[in-house]
């Protein structure tokens, strides 16, 4: 083993044994070059006045060289923020401003050590270097029934690891924490478990209640005082879009350093905060460690992404640094939130009116993007296809009832319509119409 990998997971077992033992044998494996060419491209920018020969990009006027026909649809921007490599880790302004924005829309995370986030190449890949520091070959990773369906190649098919599923719901259509805990308690064997807690969910767009958050968190700590080491991710990718009376912070702050077999990792970004999915900007955050062992475990983030994509992509973080520091962020952020949260609102309403009978029920939701409607007596890709072929809409069938539908994709006063055209749909398909 590499030197530098040896001296992180010593410092890692000093600090917490248990963390040490939750990395899988890449992630005690990887590091990052200390003497590579990116340190000695650094140690050249701040002393190589004359020139610069360190770094392959190109070089015109003291600037990146770039070509008039990107500039032009670019030209509020410096070359230089832009062109040029961002580092492994992410732009160093950004990282602080997203810690400082974490901080302030997640008061229980006041006087917990975290890392300062490590840009990714959005939430999938901040995901993947999870998958790739935590998972190995049998290893079980938690997810409720009702999930997004990435979780399995990116944890099991890439990594190997048992998807270990609980109903998301309980019988009073809450959020099942009993569940929860059952499917932790059965690791004890095992004596490891990877939790993916995703609020608001995809695909229902529910989001628990603070009680009910609490109810997770202490899950987590009886699997914890149970012997099991637990690594919880929570992954906040619709963060903010909390429509109700729910949790409006991330359960990161809670379980962060609430025991020492719990390892809080938090996976977020602007993707869909800020309604910038094509910009791949995401961030991912460890807490509850010393200050020596956030850094170990950053350093292995980063030397995951050195051996993976090298670098996220630079134009993408300025524009989100710029965005994050203007005086209109705020207001203009607001303003799309209310949107979206009257697009939820209509869809209650169209939905407890009774207009559409018992042809089916809904999935409790309260945030996020989607709703799932849990069809009675039909098959929900049946109706998916009349949609699709016969009213020209699109919908997700998953599983043989559930049919996750998008409000955050359509104009509200559209709704109506939409969800006309799936109850005509279903009765078409009731009647033996395909």
């Not at 149970?226 to 409006?248: K, M």
């Not at 939409?418 to 395909?434: C, N, S, T």
């Amino acid at each position: 083993m590499n030197p530098l990998a040896q001296q992180l997971n010593e410092t890692l077992t000093k600090d917490n044994p248990h963390v040490a033992q939750m990395l899988s044998g890449l992630g005690k494996a990887i590091y990052m070059p200390k003497l590579g060419i990116l340190s000695q491209s650094a140690e050249a920018k701040q002393k190589a006045k004359l020139y610069n020969a360190t770094i392959g990009i190109a070089t015109e006027n003291g600037k990146p060289m770039h070509l008039d026909v990107i500039q032009e649809t670019l030209s509020a921007y410096d070359p230089k923020d832009i062109y040029e490599y961002a580092p492994p880790a992410g732009k160093a302004e950004l990282r602080t401003v997203w810690r400082d924005k974490m901080l302030v829309e997640n008061p229980s995370i006041a006087g917990k050590n975290i890392s300062l986030p490590v840009v990714t190449n959005a939430l999938t890949h901040g995901l993947s270097i999870v998958s790739d520091l935590f998972a190995d070959v049998g290893d079980a990773v938690i997810v409720p029934d009702k999930n997004w369906e990435n979780y399995e190649l990116t944890f099991g098919i890439r990594r190997g690891a048992e998807m270990v599923y609980y109903p998301l719901y309980n019988s009073d259509n809450r959020f099942n924490s009993a569940g929860l805990r059952d499917s932790l308690l059965a690791q004890k064997e095992r004596g490891k478990a990877i939790v993916l807690l995703n609020f608001p969910i995809n695909p229902t767009g529910y989001t628990p209640s603070l009680e009910e958050g609490l109810e997770i968190v202490a899950a987590i700590r009886d699997a914890a005082e149970a012997g099991i080491n637990v690594v919880v991710v929570t992954d906040d990718a619709y963060f903010g879009l909390f429509f109700e009376d729910s949790l409006q912070e991330s359960l990161f702050g809670h379980l962060s350093g609430m025991h020492e077999r719990v390892l809080a990792v938090k996976v977020d970004g602007a993707t869909k905060e800020e309604y910038v999915w094509g910009f791949r900007v995401g961030f991912i955050t460890y807490g509850g460690l010393t200050e020596a062992s956030l850094s170990a475990l950053e350093q292995k983030t980063v030397g995951i992404i050195r051996a993976t994509i090298s670098s996220g992509p630079h134009p993408s973080q300025t524009f989100i640094l710029h965005a994050l520091k203007s005086d209109k962020f705020e207001a203009q952020k607001e303003e799309k939130f209310h949107i979206m949260k009257g697009r939820a609102n209509k869809v209650k309403q169209l939905l407890d009116s009774g207009k559409y009978g018992e042809e089916w029920t809904y999935y409790p939701f309260n945030s996020g993007y989607f709703m799932c409607l849990k069809l009675l007596y039909v098959e929900a890709e049946a109706v998916r296809q009349r949609l699709l072929n016969t009213y020209e809409v699109g919908t997700i069938a998953l599983g043989t009832s559930d049919l996750r539908v998008a409000f955050s994709c359509i104009e509200e006063v559209n709704l109506e319509d939409l969800f006309d055209r799936i109850h005509q749909a279903v009765l078409d398909v009731k009647e033996g119409k395909v």
